[in-house]
């Protein structure tokens, strides 16, 4: 694929929201936490520009489906490593070229601190070619 065309064209999805049970104190493992999701990827939407045609272009359902399967479902103990298996999740799809995960911890468990806590990742599929 040309590369000029797969670094113009990227589909933002933002603000997904769920509960899920990643995090280093068992606490966080056992009673869950809210996580907010922001991805963007990088995608040739030339096809689908032209076609209007919903199987020329990612499904977003299923994007978000897989975001929150894995946000729900996981039991990490980092952040980090829930953002990389995101990441890989959705890159399994052909189209994906490029991905950018922004995960973040809405209300961490961190004494007199009312701020968020924020991973942001860029992965490519040739990331996890040996993983």
């Known amino acids: 694929m040309d590369k000029s065309v ?10 997904l929201r769920y509960y899920g049970y990643t995090g280093y104190l068992a606490e966080e493992r056992m009673l869950g936490q809210w996580f907010e999701v922001d991805l963007t990827l990088w995608v040739d ?15 977003y359902r299923q994007l978000v ?13 980092t952040m980090e490593h829930l953002a990389t298996q995101i990441a890989r999740s959705i890159l399994e799809w052909d ?3 490029k991905i950018r995960v922004r995960l973040t911890k ?16 860029t992965r490519t599929p040739s990331d996890f070619v040996n993983s």
Request: aromatic content about 4%; cysteine-free; hydrophobic content about 35%.
């Open 95 to 97: 189209q994906a070229q």
């Open 65 to 77: 489906e897989r975001v929150r399967h894995q946000i729900e479902t996981a039991k990490f103990n």
């Open 6 to 15: 797969e670094q113009r064209d990227a589909i933002s999805i933002t603000g």
């Open 106 to 121: 809405v209300s961490p468990p961190i004494p007199d601190f009312s701020g968020k806590i924020s991973v942001e990742i």
């Open 45 to 59: 939407l030339l096809a689908v520009g032209n076609s209007d045609r919903l199987e020329d272009t990612l499904d």
